[in-house]
């Protein structure tokens, strides 16, 4: 078995070993794999945080030994506060990495950081307020970042910034935590879940005070939420039929 870590600040995993194949997911700085299997251009990984499998270019990959990645695995991690941060290595050069990347004791990476950064301590009252510093950013399947982020992919940045893990797809993501019968009885942080005309769960969102969502639809947006569904403003009808209402903390 190898294993890997993130040198970049971002990494496209794709669902086959080509360059036209759909993006599944991102690897962001600082997060560590490990390869499943390895050809000449590409490694099939399983990312350690939430067990996502795909494809990468061997070529945006730093290899670790196992030591290392079982250190990485049970050591505490930081995790950047700031859209845009910069990392020195080992050649004095810079290299930008975005929101939630981890900050690791990597002898790999061999790293200097000195930007804002946040412990992986659970914190649901920073839950919302983490959730806004995405607010904007445009929609992108598979995306993990402020330049291009999923439903899902935003729930589980916010939520692993301030401690807690969640898996990487919707889907998965609502079978997490406990279910709440009626809207009222959530509070800021609870997860919904809306499912498609074939009733599977596609999309998930913040539930923030007052009976607002803040979730990914074209881009991080804030919307109305009520036992229906998600209601926008702009186009005056629901875009979301509710499916469950989920606390995960």
Known sequence: MQYGICPLSTVPVKISPEESSEMLSQLLFG???KVLESRKYWSKIRVSFDKTEGWILNRQLAFITEEEYHQIDNSPCSYTADLISYVENRNQLLIPILLGSSITDSTTLDIKFEGNAVKSTQNKAQLIKTALLYLNSPELHGGRTPFGIDAS???QMVYRINGYDLLRTAVDQAAQGDALSFVEES??????FFD????????VGIIMDNNYIIHVNGMVRIDRLDHTGIFNNDLRNYTHKLRVIKKII
């Open 153 to 155: 992919g935003f729930t």
């Open 31 to 33: 997060e560590h794999f």
């Open 196 to 203: 498609n005309s074939n009733g599977i769960i596609d999309h």
């Open 187 to 192: 509070e800021a942080g609870d997860l919904a």
